[in-house]
């Protein structure tokens, strides 16, 4: 099949099928660029004779967008998904993903991982914050649990350890990068921010990492399959979680001291 259409007043063609679909995916042809082929009656705008599926989308001139990697269609960019250098749509998402599995975008792969690896092993890296933060409940509970007024502080110490649970399963989770445990993060330490200044701080970093542009990459279905592809890589904890993890040393070192040294009068 071959086809002619109209660039301002001048006839072009004859084209065939496949450079004719070039040409509407690089946007020379567009809805309203008055087309023929073989077969029609008279020349016609090219959305008048496309199939529905073939029809460039309808966007605003405002709205920003991308041409999928794979089908080499525009689209939306909120209907995106970026690898890399490239975009690919919903609809190619499986076509990626497969070709991301057999190692056929390894560079790619390897050049998301190196650009988030930081960005990862620092979420890992709280998980290990967590169970830290676990054992100084588990001290604080066996410590009411332990006093002489044991009784009336059953429930307090119920709360801290319950507390040492649910931080040692977000911190298994944060350590396999699994959203539920992104979520539960996320709860303790917007609970954490009251815990002027030093847990402030710590928190506000925490929520930094899991919820910032990089922290939703590496949480997303996409890069799991980024890390399947780069078993090679490897990360190293960044200075500011040694930090961290030496706070939350000290802070349990501080809790330790006060339950041996100070004791709950009776």
Known sequence: MTWYYLSGTEQKGPVDQDEFERLIRQGDITETTVVWREGMANWQ????VAAPSEAPPALSLRQRVFVCSECGRTFPTDQGIRLGHREVCAGC?????????????????????????RH???IKSVGVLYFLGSAFMVVAGFTQLASPRAGQNVMLAVLFLGLAAVQ???????RRLK???????????????????????????ILYLLYSK??????SPEYKQVIEATPHIKYRTSIVIWILLGLVFLLIGMGL??????????
């Open 93 to 117: 998402k499986p076509i990626a993903v497969q070709k991301l599995r057999e190692g056929l975008v390894d560079s790619e792969a390897e050049e998301i991982r190196k650009k988030h690896i």
């Open 168 to 174: 040692i399963w977000a911190g298994i989770g944060l």
């Open 257 to 266: 001291f006060a339950v041996f040294f100070f004791p709950p009068q009776q």
């Open 179 to 205: 959203l539920p445990a992104r979520l539960a993060a996320g709860i303790l330490s917007g609970l954490g921010l009251l815990a002027f200044p030093v847990g402030t701080i710590i928190n506000g970093y």
């Open 45 to 48: 705008p090219y959305s008048e």
């Open 214 to 219: 990089k922290g939703s990459t590496v949480f």
């Open 120 to 122: 990862e092993a620092s």
